[in-house]
C-alpha cells in the first residue's frame, strides 16, 4: 500500500469515528428535551404524547395535598386560565408554595393529569420564568378582556438541555 493510500484510509476512518461520535452527542441531546408549555397550551391539545415537556405557571392556592406516606404530593398548575392537575412522588423543593411560581417535568397521563418525575421552585420571590410570566399575563388580559401582544419568535416553547 502507497503511503496516499495509508493516508486517505486514515483520514476516511477519522471521519468515521467523528460521524459516529456525532450521532450518539445527538442522540443523546435529543432524547433530553424538555419543551416549556403552559397550562392554557396543554388544555388546548398541544402537550407532546408520550413525551417529556415542562409545565409551568403558579400552584393554585389551597391545592396541596400531601399522603402519609409524606412524600407523595397532588397540587394544581395554573397560569391563572386553566388548571392542570399535577402529581409527584420526590421531596420538593423548599421554597414551593402555594400561590408561587413552579415548573414540573413529565409527561401528560391518559386521564389528563401530569405525572412529574422533577418540580422546580422559583428561586426568590421576585423571580418567575419567562415564559412562565408571559403566559400568566397572558391569562389574566384574556380574562379581563384586553388584547394580548402577539407572539415574537422569542415566545415560541424553548428547548432545555
Known amino acids: 500500500m502507497k503511503s496516499r493510500h495509508k493516508k486517505l484510509a ?33 388544555a388546548a391539545g398541544k402537550a407532546p404524547k408520550d413525551k417529556l415537556f415542562r409545565i409551568g405557571g403558579l400552584v393554585k392556592e389551597g391545592s396541596i395535598q400531601r399522603q402519609a406516606d409524606g412524600v407523595t404530593i397532588q397540587f394544581v398548575m395554573t397560569d391563572t386560565e386553566k388548571e392542570i392537575p399535577v402529581h409527584y412522588k420526590g421531596i420538593l423543593p423548599d421554597l414551593f408554595k402555594e400561590g408561587k411560581g413552579a415548573v414540573a417535568q413529565g409527561k401528560l397521563v391518559a386521564d389528563g393529569n401530569f405525572l412529574a418525575t422533577e418540580v422546580l421552585a422559583k428561586h426568590d420571590e421576585n423571580y418567575m420564568p419567562p415564559e412562565a410570566a408571559k403566559a400568566v399575563d397572558d391569562a389574566q388580559a384574556r380574562a379581563a378582556g384586553k388584547p394580548v401582544s402577539p407572539p415574537s419568535s422569542g415566545d415560541t416553547p424553548k428547548a432545555s438541555y
Open 10 to 42: 486514515l483520514i476516511g476512518g477519522a471521519l468515521a469515528i467523528i460521524g459516529i461520535i456525532a450521532a450518539l452527542v445527538l442522540n443523546a441531546l435529543n432524547s433530553n428535551i424538555a419543551l416549556y408549555i403552559t397550562p392554557t397550551e396543554v
